[in-house]
């Protein structure tokens, strides 16, 4: 769809205009066995439906399967991360068959091919996908910690620790779903502003249209980040490197009924002068309803979109807090 375009987002007309991201724009990695390859130890997968069915409609995917990739064969004995004299390997259970160089070098040269990648999701508990909470053994065979990273994971999030990733348990948990997918789409709509020739215009007009959506994550570094924007003689490249880091790590913070409650308060502040008494209640009864956990957040956010197509304003219209993903993904009902 063409930048700017005004969309429909419910069964009337409205004012939101969005810069749209098309499937085609975003390209997650993934570990192969969430795709339903058989490629684990066991010849077996741990297909994800919510990354195929739900959210497959919108990305597309690129399945790597590391243990694979250095070629171990399927299927195989298992392979488990095992600490001797502080020095972490992953091997077989009886020490036989180190692969820990095998996944490093793999990591690292997947890592230097991830530039057009807008997230990761990789398979839990896995010694060489895990994201966290990996097992640690020791020699004897006893855990000696759970709070390890997979090798080739390890890898890929030291390349670029902006990346949204997560882990396919992890995403059961629809806090955290809702969170990783909004980091995917604000992230990917950075990587396309950035292909396009960064200047400080671009990047004010960025910052403007995700005002609200930062304010309901961390609203200390919304302000910190308007602060930052202010510095008129900051050198762009420089200015670039600071302001998305903060931007991706405050995005990172999960909103709270709290959060949204005070950016919905904001927000129902620009239509004071156009609502009437009864309209007024009826908006201010929502918000309430949703900070007492009455409804979703969804009730209050059409509601304040009905009186953006009522009395339309251009700021408004273009805030990402309105849509930061797509609506059929039926994200803003966790809260």
């Known amino acids: 769809m063409a930048d700017n375009k005004i969309?429909?987002?419910?069964?009337?007309?409205?004012?939101?205009?969005?810069?749209?991201?098309?499937?085609?724009?975003?390209?997650?990695?993934?570990?192969?066995?969430?795709?339903?390859?058989?490629?684990?130890?066991?010849?077996?997968?741990?297909?994800?439906?919510?990354?195929?069915?739900?959210?497959?409609?919108?990305?597309?995917?690129?399945?790597?399967?590391?243990?694979?990739?250095?070629?171990?064969?399927?299927?195989?004995?298992?392979?488990?991360?095992?600490?001797?004299?502080?020095?972490?390997?992953?091997?077989h259970a009886d020490g036989s068959g180190d692969v820990t160089k095998a996944l490093q070098d793999y990591g690292k040269k997947v890592a230097k091919t991830i530039a057009n990648l807008s997230g990761y999701v990789f398979c839990a508990k896995s010694p060489s996908c895990g994201m966290e909470r990996v097992k640690t053994y020791n020699a004897n065979g006893h855990t000696i910690s759970n709070d390890s990273q997979g090798l080739f994971a390890q890898e890929i999030m030291r390349a670029d620790p902006l990346l949204p990733?997560?882990?396919?348990?992890?995403?059961?948990?629809?806090?955290?779903?809702?969170?990783?997918?909004?980091?995917?789409?604000?992230?990917?709509?950075?990587?396309?502003?950035?292909?396009?020739?960064?200047?400080?215009?671009?990047?004010?007009?960025?910052?403007?249209q995700y005002k609200y959506l930062l304010m309901s994550h961390d609203c200390i570094a919304y302000q910190e980040l308007g602060r930052m924007l202010g510095q008129a003689n900051?050198?762009?490249?420089q200015l670039q490197a600071q302001y998305i880091s903060l931007f991706m790590?405050?995005?990172?913070?999960?909103?709270?009924?709290?959060?949204?409650?005070?950016t919905l308060q904001h927000l129902q502040g620009y239509f004071k002068k156009y609502l009437n008494k009864k309209?007024?209640?009826?908006?201010?009864?929502?918000?309430?309803?949703?900070r007492t956990g009455l409804v979703p957040l969804l009730v209050p956010i059409t509601l304040l979109k009905h009186y953006l197509n009522e009395y339309p304003n251009a700021y408004l219209s273009k805030q990402r807090y309105f849509e930061p993903y797509p609506q059929e993904l039926k994200l803003r009902y966790s809260y």
């Open 7 to 91: 969309v429909s987002t419910n069964t009337e007309h409205t004012a939101i205009a969005v810069n749209k991201i098309e499937p085609s724009e975003i390209t997650l990695g993934i570990s192969a066995c969430l795709l339903g390859e058989q490629v684990r130890y066991d010849s077996s997968h741990k297909r994800s439906h919510f990354c195929i069915e739900e959210l497959g409609q919108f990305v597309s995917y690129k399945a790597y399967c590391p243990e694979v990739a250095i070629g171990l064969p399927i299927p195989r004995k298992a392979i488990r991360q095992i600490k001797e004299n502080d020095v972490i390997k992953v091997s």
């Open 249 to 262: 790590t405050s995005l990172k913070k999960i909103a709270t009924r709290k959060s949204h409650t005070t």
């Open 165 to 208: 990733c997560e882990e396919n348990g992890r995403l059961n948990d629809a806090f955290l779903r809702e969170n990783f997918i909004l980091r995917i789409f604000a992230y990917t709509h950075w990587k396309k502003l950035v292909r396009s020739g960064l200047s400080k215009h671009k990047l004010l007009d960025f910052h403007s």
């Open 279 to 290: 309209q007024k209640q009826e908006l201010n009864n929502s918000i309430h309803a949703f």
């Open 234 to 237: 900051t050198n762009i490249a």
